[in-house]
């Protein structure tokens, strides 16, 4: 049954779309932390889809909340009316941007929010020149493919936008990889002003980064060093996007945002993702004067619509009464403690970094240091067999990536901890 879905997604959809492991699963049903496939083999949820699960699987809260609506027999129309969940939770997100009176707009996906964003961006400032981190990742349109700065994602370099990059990304292998922190970060900032005055005419629209590099291996920079970033971009009046895509919410568990670990509000932040626990939602949310620049009128047909907002208005009311920031920084905490104690023995492991529910596992071959993608597909199938569902990223494709719903438990954290300490053995052993 399964191999047949498999030819058939094959036959008629793009070969570049993505598929996990050697033979790939179809999930047909969750129930809070777990997924079930069609063949009837129940996994734990260690990637909970992609970050999109934030909340979990059966969440009576969420679903009734859409039913309610279902039934209303409204599925939707257009937003060319009033939608009384649109506008509910655009004041739920805009009050916890932080930004002053901020202003919401909806999308369908991360990538059409990143995409508003860099219109907005070039639009309110007269430039089409965009700063990005190296090894980032925006999504998968043109202008945000064009502006990622990852090699294994970046499918076009044509973009209607022109890219410089800057370091502070993907640090263990970079030419910064020995400097401390402080250094690291005074380094880094030198490099944007470097880039700034050398590569661009200072006109720059804005730099865009996400806190906690996602797709390229959850890279942590360390505290502040966007808020460093932000002094310099103030000089020339540059805007700063947040692409909180992954690292809102209170994935990483310190706090509701992932730019807050810098020190400074932005002028704009994207999201998507957890925020529909499954439903297609994602958005802007923008400093007031920068949302409404626009100079003629725009629409998105289907971003806010009444299913996704219905939802979404559910799903973070519940991470915020239930208060899952702080769990996702108490079993994140019990996650990574107990990786780190396991990777001393075992040499495959480079590193274990990470924040709350945000947590990467480097892999590398027996030399301790060259990156091996083939241990990290190895490690994927060893979690899979052992009924634990993970991610994989990095530029190199070598790291695992944990981010597991944020109402993870200890008892299940500790489950995942079992079966990840028996793919790090085992895959220590393969690749040896
Ligand atoms: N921005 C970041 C940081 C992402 O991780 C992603 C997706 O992985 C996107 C943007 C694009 O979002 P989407 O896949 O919903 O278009």
Redesign the pocket.
Known sequence: MADDLLSRHRAVLPDWLALFYQEPIEIVSGDGRRVTDSLGRTYLDFFAG??TNAVGYDIAEISDAVRAQLDSGVLHTSTLYLIRNQVELAERIAKLSGIKDAKVFFT???????ETALMLATQFRHSDQVIALRN??????FA?VGITGNRGWKASSLSPVKVSYVHGGYRSRGPFASFSDQDYVAACVDDLRDVLNVTTSGDVACMIA?PI???GGFNVPPDGMLGAFKEVLDEYGILFVA?????GWGRTGEHFWGIQAHGFVPDMM?F??GLGNGL?I?GVVARPDVMDCLGASSISTFGGNPISTAGAKAALDYILEKDLQANAAKVGSQLINGLRDVSEEHPVVADVRGKGLMIGIELVGPDGRTPSPEAAARFMEHTKARGLLVGKGGLYGNVIRLAPPMTLTEEEAEEGLGILTESIVAVDKEIA
């Open positions: 992609i970050l369908n996906s991360g990538t059409e929010a990143n980032s990742y925006h999504g998968r349109a945000t996400e590099q996602g797709v692409d909180e895509v992954q690292t994207t998507a993702k297609a994602g």
